[in-house]
């Protein structure tokens, strides 16, 4: 007898998951037993690139999670309602869930999982970071022997898209978001992804698993790329950096289990290697003991790839659902978090800063911001002067590790000089 599953929503991952589930000849037996038995749609008549029998569509999506019949739900329409509201459902009837959706699992992850663990279903999620990169599973097994200490990801396609872009081509941020709105490489609201909202859901997940805990996705403090600008791109080049938006999840000392998780724009030395993560490509770097470090890289996004990530977690269900469904959650499956991390307040985290003044071009102006940046306990790694903009000189300042407090502070002062005219830029650096 087959697995049932409904899917909920036909978009490019459910398309790409119904196909990759229809031409299963070539990959694991298991995907043999799949049966795609409902799928919820928005309407009935849209053309589509898959052939599915009229009897298995359907526009009443909770008829199919409450179908006693389906085995596994998944969910791929996105969004906050109805997901939420769905995924509830089909765990409050005993179904597991498949989903990839980062931004309900982010925000309501608490309230799912305990739901889950309360009816002894699954929630899988492998596809809602990284797209087709194994990151969830690897995580959830086979790296957590390990005591990881940092997770550093480069985990939106669309950005890391238009930063690589602004890097190769010289363009600004609005120019290459509009051609890649055009090419599709972009949403029509880019929102989420340029501001790093996207980002942020996903190193909430990564940061959950990686560190045994709830994160509260509020704590994350996130900034987007739209105030990077090709002159700090220019800058950051001439120093030995590259421009990315990181997500990073880190305990803030090897003792503590306090975290710190953000995500920004950051200067990645270009030795490091995120440096040569590019174009629509994602990359995620785990650090931990004793394993040091792993990286995992790939496709973020994408039919193909999501559906290959979707498909795992519904072969993994497969596996257990043929067996004996009695059987007690398997913790290295499930989600056993109770208690939430606990996230450090930025200004008492430490960092490394990159910032642009423009002054105006006279006697004792470095001597000035050396002066105040010193006073204010911040060490600075190197001061340069090398452009002018209208009339006014370009002094870029790279610190030390900081503590963000005393750098805002120091800045603070600096603002109020005379011969400061404007900090355009203030980025951070790995
Ligand atoms: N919008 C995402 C990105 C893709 O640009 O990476 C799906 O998570």
Redesign the pocket.
């Known amino acids: 007898m087959g697995i049932k599953l409904g899917i909920l929503g036909l978009g490019t991952v459910g398309t790409g998951t119904v196909q990759l589930l229809q031409d299963n000849i070539g990959r694991h037996s298991l995907l043999q037993l799949v049966e795609i038995y409902r799928v919820g749609v928005k309407s009935l008549d849209k053309p589509r690139d898959v052939t599915l029998p009229q009897s298995v569509l359907t526009t009443d999506l909770e008829s199919i999670v409450n179908d006693p019949e389906v085995d596994i739900v998944v969910e791929l329409i996105g969004g906050l309602e109805p997901a939420r509201e769905l995924i509830l459902k089909a765990i409050q009837n005993g179904k597991h869930v498949v989903t990839?959706n980062?931004a309900v699992i982010s925000r309501f992850g608490t309230e799912i999982f305990t739901s889950a663990n309360r009816q002894g279903v699954y929630v899988m999620l492998e596809a809602?970071?990284g797209?087709g990169i194994p990151v969830i599973q690897p995580l959830k097994q086979s790296l957590s022997v390990n005591r990881i200490h940092t997770v550093t990801g480069i985990?939106?396609?669309?950005?890391?898209?238009i930063l690589t872009r602004m890097q190769t081509e010289g363009s600004s941020f609005d120019a290459v978001l509009a051609d890649a709105q055009k090419l599709g490489?972009?949403?029509a609201d880019p929102t989420?992804?340029v501001d790093g909202w996207?980002?942020a859901d996903?190193i909430s997940i990564l940061a959950s698993l990686a560190f045994g805990g709830r994160i509260n996705r509020e704590e994350v403090s996130c900034e987007g790329i739209r105030q990077v600008s090709k002159t700090d791109i220019t800058y950051a080049n001439n120093l030995g950096f590259v421009i990315k938006l990181l997500a990073i999840a880190k305990k803030v000392s090897p003792t503590s289990s306090t975290l710190s998780v953000r995500v920004h724009p950051t200067l990645v030395p270009k030795t490091h290697p995120l440096a040569s993560i590019n174009g629509?490509y994602?990359a995620i770097l785990v650090e931990g003991e004793p394993l040091g470090q792993v990286m995992f890289f790939g496709p973020?996004?994408g039919a193909g790839a999501?559906a290959s990530a979707v498909s795992s977690d519904i072969l993994n269900l497969v596996a257990r659902v043929g067996s004996s469904e009695a059987a007690p959650l398997d913790p290295l499956l499930g989600c056993s978090h109770q208690d939430y991390c606990q996230i450090a307040p930025q200004n008492e985290l430490t960092a490394r800063f990159y910032t642009r003044f423009l002054t105006l071009d006279q006697p004792g102006v470095i001597g000035k911001l050396g002066t105040s940046f010193g006073q204010h306990g911040v060490s600075l790694e190197s001061i340069v002067q090398t452009g002018f903009q209208d009339k006014l000189a370009e002094i870029v300042v790279v610190t030390h590790d900081v503590l963000e407090g005393d750098f805002k502070q120091a800045l603070e002062e600096i603002r109020s000089f005379e011969a400061i005219h404007s900090i355009p830029s203030l980025l951070r650096v790995l």
Do not use: F, P, Q, R
């Open positions: 990839a980062k809602a970071v797209g985990i939106n396609g669309t950005t890391n898209y490489y972009a949403e989420a992804d996207d980002a996903k629509v994602n973020g996004a999501t």
